[in-house]
């Protein structure tokens, strides 16, 4: 009979296996072991015994966590892209049917119908990227709203990417273009506005203060973002004191 253990396996002998990860994936038996393991792993690794399984546990999980997150994080990504040509599409739909019922008012009746049908099919999509981003970023749920935190994994490509990305670069992401055509403006030595904002401004806290005052609170909630995208990329656990601070910061700039 042969065992599969988490450090190797055991027949005729015990070998002690080349690839811890790999034995710890494999250690599945159909009948109850007739020994203990932990005393087995103790006589044979020795005093490392508990320090290896600890070590080969924790690397499994992690790439486990990883994984999971990778293929959740393609989702999102996947139905903000959805999101984004829904919303082209919803308006468009709009604009023909303003235009149509000038001529026609029996044809919008269908403009209509299918006006109604897109915005049931935004607001599933949206409720599935709150739910997914609930999962995988909590924190940055918490802070940037899922819409938002959702958009911006899709910018960066991935939370981790985004959770080693600079706040003035998160600050700022989503309106490069107008970046590039300031700075190349005032290379020529002419005026130029430089964005204060890019995505995040359609967070309430930056939209809803005045202009003098959205560059404070953008990059405020850009360094937020930064802190709470690397929570979730290496812990998960929510920190409900980033919100407390965001908002504090938010009450102090709209009372000032």
């Known amino acids: 009979m042969r065992y599969n253990l988490w450090f190797g396996t055991v027949d005729d002998g015990i070998r002690i296996s080349?690839?811890?990860?790999?034995?710890?994936?494999?250690?599945?038996?159909?009948?109850?072991?007739?020994?203990?393991?932990?005393?087995?792993?103790?006589?044979?690794?020795?005093?490392?015994?508990?320090?290896?399984?600890?070590?080969?546990?924790?690397?499994?999980a992690e790439e486990r966590v990883r994984k999971e997150l990778g293929s959740d994080e393609m989702y999102v990504i996947a139905l903000v892209k959805a999101l984004e040509e829904v919303e082209e599409a919803i308006n468009m739909v709009r604009e023909k049917d303003e235009d149509i019922r000038l001529v026609k008012e029996d044809l919008a009746e269908h403009f209509e119908r299918a006006l109604a049908e897109m915005e049931r099919l935004r607001?599933?999509?949206?409720?599935?990227?709150?739910?997914?981003?609930?999962?995988?970023?909590?924190?940055?749920?918490?802070?940037?709203?899922?819409k938002i935190g959702?958009?911006?994994?899709?910018?960066?490509?991935s939370l981790k990417k985004l959770a080693f990305a600079p706040a003035s670069k998160i600050q700022i992401a989503g309106a490069e273009k107008s970046l590039y055509k300031a700075l190349s403006r005032m290379k020529r030595g002419k005026e130029a506005r430089v964005p204060k904002h890019g995505i995040i401004f359609l967070h309430s806290f930056v939209r809803s203060l005045p202009k003098k005052k959205r560059g404070k609170m953008a990059?405020?909630?850009?360094?937020?973002?930064?802190?709470?995208?690397?929570i979730d990329y290496f812990r998960g656990e929510l920190e409900e004191e980033l919100f407390s601070s965001l908002k504090k910061r938010y009450e102090e700039l709209r009372r000032a």
């Open 18 to 60: 080349e690839d811890f990860k790999k034995s710890f994936l494999l250690a599945s038996n159909e009948s109850p072991l007739p020994f203990s393991v932990s005393e087995l792993g103790l006589r044979v690794l020795g005093r490392d015994y508990y320090r290896i399984l600890r070590k080969t546990a924790i690397e499994v």
């Open 123 to 146: 607001s599933q999509i949206e409720k599935e990227i709150d739910a997914v981003m609930q999962k995988i970023a909590p924190n940055l749920t918490e802070i940037a709203g899922a």
């Open 150 to 157: 959702a958009k911006l994994i899709e910018k960066f490509g």
């Open 219 to 230: 990059r405020f909630l850009a360094t937020k973002i930064s802190i709470a995208a690397k």
